[in-house]
């Protein structure tokens, strides 16, 4: 669902990765937060995954049954670590 938020958008929304600065600014705390894992996935698919077999690595090294909050406040402490799990 995050993915497609960033790709498509939700609900009608625009893609996330269409922000404007000022959208972004708007949504800053939803968009920083979520950030990190689109920017794991983007990584992914330059690597010649695609976004499926991305997210389903994310999902391993964090945990099949781990909250999108967990998983991503993990990625966020990982990021400020210099750690990749993925």
Do not use: C, P
């Not at 939700?10 to 979520?34: C, D, I, M, P, W």
């Not at 909250?67 to 990749?84: C, F, H, L, P, Y």
């Amino acid at each position: 669902m995050l993915w497609n938020e960033y790709e498509q958008g939700l609900g009608g929304q625009k893609a996330a990765k269409f922000y404007t600065n000022r959208e972004r600014g708007v949504n800053k705390h939803t968009y920083s937060r979520r950030k990190v894992f689109w920017d794991a996935v983007e990584i992914l698919i330059q690597r010649n995954h695609i976004a499926e077999t991305a997210i389903d690595r994310i999902q391993k090294a964090y945990g099949q049954n781990t909250s999108v909050t967990k998983v991503i406040n993990e990625m966020r402490q990982d990021k400020k670590r210099g750690i990749v799990r993925f």
